[in-house]
């Protein structure tokens, strides 16, 4: 996400007119941010593209989400973290997430009789 401000060459305040926002994926962020920032005309512009409602919907998507709602429930997340957490363990050589914080080298040491 990020924001534009938007300067009118006739307004001497020195503050920005307008503004508005973007959301997008981090790949695609750093082209249209150069893009805005080589603009510069007295024209008007508008640019129109999708929603916030349509990139949060997207994004539930390609996170296996069926709605933007579970991928704001709490309970739902934890579950997805775990599963991710799973995943990458089990790429490690481990059989889960717990059996890989017990084989750490950053797992607390285990107090000795």
């Not at 775990?82 to 950053?106: C, H, M, T, V």
Request: charged letters at 35%; one cysteine or more.
């Amino acid at each position: 996400m990020g924001r534009i401000e938007i300067f009118d060459s006739q307004d001497e305040s020195g503050y920005a007119v307008s503004e508005g926002i973007y959301t997008m994926p981090f790949v695609a962020a750093s082209q249209f941010e150069d893009f805005i920032e080589s603009l510069e005309t007295d024209l008007p512009i508008n640019i129109e593209i999708g929603s916030h409602q349509w990139c949060e919907t997207e994004c539930a998507k390609s996170l296996g989400f069926e709605t933007v709602e579970e991928m704001r429930d709490p309970e739902i997340i934890r579950a997805f973290q775990r599963k991710k957490n799973d995943i990458y363990a089990q790429e490690q050589g481990y059989k889960d997430w717990d059996d890989l914080l017990a084989n750490s080298k950053f797992a607390p040491k285990k107090k000795e009789d």
